[in-house]
């Protein structure tokens, strides 16, 4: 269908459009044409990426004279693949009513663990190998010496996208990962390094928060995105700790080994050189002098991570004096390396902020601020005259440059920590120096600032008002939209008590009491008895799933559930975990019936769907708070406090909602679905808990169902399960109008749009 | 018959007219923000108080709710016979169903939650009540060892109740089928009655072996199912209808190829769900054509049930004519003793002989215990015939045209004779019959046959 929005025309593939869709749009539209950020919230399953690449590509068809260019984020790949197949769909639709004039070039770009089409290095297990694998084929003095000696070996696609050159181009059309390894396979040219090139044209670039986030990767790849570009973060609500993330180093011992190893064996790389071609050595001295830390142009196979600081805030400057040569560098690093396997010697917990730390190095190492600063392009730098292809083995050495480089460049939102043990198993010693990013802001401020818009969407982001503050911006559009639905097909309740009318909660002092545990059991138990298929149980963390797991065997409540239900659990192992869901899916295929035990922030509550008989009640035991006492944690509340004004009760309670929202958000992801979710804890039912939970679980979320004991819970999903299984109306009753065709966006063409809706 | 036929459809009716009500009801909660508590819904469910009113001199009566019945129930042929002429569906009149019973554990779970429900409310008033250690919960548990409180007294009686109502209604719509029973117990299936024509002998049966215990197992159900449905001839269409209470299923095997093979062998597989959707459940009944529904309460559970007594429509490539051999037996002289095949005992009269092998038979329709032929009766024949062609459905007459004077004579019912007053009268459209609603309703739901009036 195409209907109008005020002046834009848009295309949309299907022939109905859900209300919220229509005014996700709108909405939408608004904040394009005030070019600001827009924060929207959209439960799942209510067609959110459609609705968005439909706006945004009509939207640039209607301004030729200007396009926009779409930078979409996504957090998986598989997120990445089903975005493109849907824009492809699109497409395809636009080009059946527009013809020509909508051609665009869209296309994903990934890791070259993902993109690879050579077998020989997209066979190696991990993503720093097969980037290694990669550069030993493709860095330009590997192929200057192929060139003499055909014995050494290169890469064919390679060779064959360099010789085709400015030729080497993807036509017009919607390119998914599987598609350009195809177009790859079928012209011999390299897919990685083509889409690369190609990002630059295209009209939508479909890849990962990395990309645009981390400065390490944004600064190759995304340098060159033109400023009229509309930035989508895709299920975003963790975007705070993606971006802190992109600005933490934490070195352990290993990390401190391996760096003395790579230490080592530079040593003897440039003894090597100087025997023997003592010349590069030379000019790479009067090139640092010069004051280039990067050479100028490098070919684009050489291209390294970027500076692990933010465009803005490195220096461009000369390398200090006293690292340019080779040798005193390497020392520099090696005292380096020797002062920080000092500081993880300590017995105690130790928290500094980066000013001392600088200043102790500085008095106990000898290595100034500015040098630190430099240490990650001198050691770039270096390693290119030494022509190292295979970097997997040295990402110990760059870790510690990382750190030195953040260290040295940064004084506010930082903190560095020392960890003699782990807290939990204090027996066992296991030292980390963290330097940890308290400011999310940092990170994604650049993106903000570079981009004309930056459209930040998911299905949980309540409260909606916490995200600007913690991020730093201020978005000229942000809603929160609910879902329309023709019957009720999410059940939220929450679970306050027992069958005995005792409270449950996780709280501390309450978690271990046996009580609580034999009643989170029961309700597991009475709950299995009465809901078909699949069910799905989120706890706090790995440790109280493994207690009150053992719990519960011991008094025999588990064997009781398997009566019922087959039991599996996730663990901290990933392929035991795939292993576990994967049999969990077919037990519920073949009508056995499966509970999966899984933890809130864990890879499964992340990423893993339960949609349909996958999972019809999720069960939140608890509420996921973040381990209070991790000295991260407090340091970066502290942080909040002083820097943003945000409570940390405020904070922590929020952080702990949307991860429950997350959970039990897992359960529903179409409107023919339907799910139960219990929030099993007394906490929930205090109004500053509840309030933060997002509006389209709290719109369905009765005052009956508030303060449930476990039979009472039992009554309501007895009921639920018959009304669900009743047969279903798609199209929805009368009065409740849910689905709109063209005629009816057409009727409603006017300003009054929002009112009739909502 | 008419009369309990007639009573049967009103009741029917009178429950989705209520059940609409409800629908409107609960949408008003949920608009004022305030659900039922759990102890009203109980009650609600009845409204027995709803179908009261007050008339002029206060006294309560019961609403006279015929018209509004008759109106739906008009809608309802009307759709019935358009479907049927317009798409010329084809229907198997010679069924073989088996109805699976699922008599697993479930079926039969203490009345524990209902206990802890009272306990938890007692508790709740009277805290100091609260005697965590004395209580002998598991005593109490055990003394009550009815079932599952949602369908009363317990869903195995009302289940049987159920089927015995749907046994005699199935055959008395298609004489010329026969049903088998089995039953899931233990995660075994037995089967009770092979396939038979008479409608007591699955019912003794039954009701003889009414307990339940252990698990379900959908797939040695099917298996069983399937072994006996592969043996009918072409010509029958094999149904399996489950009524299934479990919510899992505990396979020896991969239950998937099973479904492939019902596939395969065109039987028609239909559930009916006791509690709630089960997906095995859903992808059984799609995969094969059947129906799946999941009922509310008990009269849901009855309505679903004998949606299942009329003649589906004919799986399309299954659907081809055949001739089948049939013979119509005379009924025996009175007074003669011969043995019977069918029982396999001497009996004194009341009996038919096979035509073509002249052994005994007791009962119309059933297969010749010798010779395997088809027996049958004419009218068995013509009752299964009202399915293919029903009876168009009457026009409805104005008043102002039943007070033309030209038309005197016909102003009272041409069955029953009564004189039309109250408007509403339908005539048939041949024969400009007119016929007050009462007949109306009978003849096209009980004889199908407007000539067996005229």
Known sequence: ?758 | MNDMEHRKTNDGEGRRLDGEEEEEEEDEDEGNGRGLDAWERAYADERSWESLQEDESGLLRPIDNKTIYHAQYRRRIRSLYSSTTTARIQKGLIRYLYIVVDLSRVFDSSLKRLLNYRISVILFYFPGLWLRNYLPMERLESAFAASEMDFKPSRMAVVAKHIEAFIREFFDQNPLSQIGLVTIKDGLAQCLTDLGGSPDSHVKALMGKLECSGDSSLQNALDLVHGYLNQIPSYGHREVLILYSALSTCDPGDIMETIQECKKSKIRCSVIGLSAEIFICRHLCQETGGSYSVALDESHFKELLLEHAPPPPAIAEFAIANLIKMGFPQRAAEGVISICSCHKEAKVGGGYTCPRCKARVCELPTECRICGLTLVSSPHLARSYHHLFPIPPFDEVSLSLLNNPHQRSSRACFGCQESLLIPGKYSDGKKMLIFCNEFDYSISIACHLIDCVV
């Open chain 1, 1 to 758: 269908m195409k209907f109008q929005i005020e002046d834009v025309t848009v295309y949309f593939p299907y022939d109905n459009i859900y209300p919220e869709q229509y005014s996700y749009m709108v909405e939408l539209k608004r904040a394009l044409d005030a070019k600001g950020h827009a924060l929207l919230e959209m439960p799942t399953g209510t067609g959110k990426t459609i609705a968005l690449l439909s706006l945004i590509t009509s939207y640039a068809l209607s301004k030729p004279s200007n396009p926009i260019k779409l930078l979409y984020c996504t957090r998986t790949v598989h997120e990445m693949e089903k975005t493109l197949a849907e824009l492809r769909l699109l497409h395809q639709y636009q080009l059946r009513h527009l013809g020509p004039a909508a051609r665009i070039l869209a296309l994903g770009l990934s890791s070259r663990k993902n993109l690879c089409i050579n077998p020989a290095v997209v066979s190696a297990e991990n993503r720093d190998s097969v980037d290694a694998g990669c550069r030993k084929l493709t860095a330009s003095w590997v192929r200057a010496l192929a060139v003499e000696n055909p014995n050494i070996p290169t890469c064919q696609f390679f060779e064959n996208y360099e010789k085709a050159a400015s030729e080497a181009v993807l036509p017009p059309g919607v390119y998914t990962l599987q598609d350009l390894r195809a177009f790859g396979r079928d012209k011999g040219w390299c897919p990685y390094f083509l889409a690369r090139h190609m990002v630059q044209f295209a009209n939508v670039v479909v890849y990962s928060y990395q990309y645009l986030l981390d400065p390490k990767v944004a600064g190759i790849i995304s340098k060159e995105m033109q400023r009229e570009s509309v930035v989508v973060f895709d299920e975003a609500h963790n975007i705070d700790n993606v971006c802190i993330e992109a600005l933490s180093v934490s070195v352990r011992r290993q990390t401190l080994e391996g760096a003395t190893r790579n230490l080592s064996k530079m040593a003897q790389e440039i003894n090597r050189f100087k025997a023997t071609d003592a010349g590069r050595l030379r000019a790479e001295y009067n090139r640092l002098v010069e004051g280039l830390a990067q050479r100028g142009n490098l070919p684009i196979s050489d291209t390294w991570l970027a500076n692990p600081a933010l465009p803005d805030d490195i220096l461009k400057e000369a390398v200090p004096g006293n690292i340019r040569r080779a040798e005193h560098f390497l020392s520099v690093l090696r005292r380096l390396v020797q002062y920080l396997h000092g500081r993880l010697e300590t017995e105690n917990v130790e928290k500094e902020g980066p000013v001392a730390f600088v200043a102790s190095i500085n008095s106990q190492a000898g290595i100034d601020q500015k040098m630190l600063k430099f240490c990650y392009d001198r050691l770039h730098s270096l390693m290119l005259t030494l022509e190292i292809t295979d970097t997997d083995e040295f990402l110990h050495i760059q870790t510690i440059c990382d750190f030195a480089t953040l260290v040295g460049t940064y004084t506010r939102g930082f903190s560095i920590i020392i960890e003699p043990f782990d807290e939990r198993m204090p027996h066992i010693p296991d030292p980390v120096l963290q330097l940890s990013c308290h400011d999310a802001s940092l990170a994604i401020k650049p993106v903000f600032e570079r981009f004309q818009s930056v459209v930040i969407t998911s299905g949980t982001l309540s409260p909606i008002d916490l995200y600007p503050r913690l991020l730093n911006f201020n978005p000229v559009v942000s809603r929160s939209f609910t879902m329309s639905l023709t019957r009720n097909c999410i059940c939220p309740m929450v679970l306050t008590r027992g069958s005995d009318q005792l409270p449950v909660s996780t709280k501390f002092d309450m978690r271990s009491d046996p009580g609580v545990v034999r009643n989170y059991g029961r309700l597991l138990l009475e709950m299995v008895s009465v809901v078909p298929d699949g069910i799905v149980c989120f706890f706090v963390s790995y440790s109280y799933m493994d207690g009150i797991v053992n719990t519960w065997n011991e008094s025999g409540i588990l064997k009781e559930i398997m009566q019922h239900k087959l039991v599996f659990i996730e663990t901290q192992d990933v392929v035991e975990t795939t292993l576990a869901l994967d049999n969990y899916r077919r037990a519920c295929d073949c009508g056995r019936g499966a509970v999966f035990f899984s933890v809130a922030r864990g890879k499964v509550a992340e990423g893993i769907d339960f949609d349909r008989h996958y999972g019809r009640l999720v069960i939140m035991f608890g509420v996921p708070f973040q381990y209070t006492l991790s000295r991260i944690l407090l340091a970066r509340l502290e942080y909040l406090r002083e820097t943003f004004q945000i409570k940390e009760g405020d904070f922590l309670t929020f952080d702990a909602l949307r991860q429950a929202a997350q959970c039990v958000g897992r359960v529903i992801r179409s409107k023919a679905d339907y799910g139960m979710m219990i929030f099993a804890d007394k906490r929930y039912s205090r109004h500053d808990k509840r309030s933060k939970l997002p509006g389209w679980i709290l719109s369905h979320l009765r005052d009956a169902h508030l303060n449930l004991s476990t039979d009472m819970a039992l009554h309501i999903a007895r009921e639920f399960l018959r009304k669900m299984a009743q047969p279903y109306d798609k199209a929805g009753v009368s009065g409740r109008k849910t689905l709109l065709s063209e005629e009816d966006l057409e009727k409603m063409g006017d300003g009054t749009t929002n009112e009739m809706l909502f």
